[in-house]
């Protein structure tokens, strides 16, 4: 991995974090529709940032869009239940639980996309699912 992209990945490794960590201090205070609703409006926030950096436009490709779109809505639903776990459990279980999603995003890569996966890649998903059963126990 190159020296822009570590750096990228450093930084969304720190902000995602403090992303499944606010929630539970948030949740004391306001229900979690309500802290959903803030983060979704920050999300737009951030969009109108982003729209107004030079050189970027939004392309209309249909497929896409509509893809964008249902990631947006599956998106929103896991950050309110999301927000209800944390709400309601200690963020030392819920935060390692539901950051194990990307085994869900490797199976489907295997399964639909076809991408293929070596032994070692097999056996970090073995590993992630028996951390999450240490974590739990």
Not at 57 to 82: D, H, K, W
Request: charged content about 10%; some cysteine; glycine content about 6%.
């Amino acid at each position: 991995m190159d020296k822009k992209n570590l750096t990228y990945s450093i930084i969304t490794v720190t902000v995602w974090g403090l992303w499944a960590f606010l929630p539970k201090i948030a949740t004391r205070y306001i229900s979690p529709p309500s802290a959903m609703i803030y983060e979704l409006m920050a999300g737009i926030l951030m969009a109108i940032i982003v729209l107004r950096t030079p050189r970027h436009e939004i392309p209309i490709r249909r497929r896409g869009s509509i893809y964008a779109f249902i990631n947006g809505i599956i998106g929103c639903a896991g950050v309110l239940f999301y927000i209800y776990a944390i709400s309601s459990q200690d963020a030392i279980l819920v935060a390692p639980l539901s950051a194990t999603y990307p085994i869900l995003t490797l199976v489907l890569g295997i399964i639909l996309l076809k991408e293929r996966f070596s032994p070692v890649n097999y056996l970090g998903i073995f590993l992630a699912f028996f951390a999450i059963y240490l974590v739990l126990s």
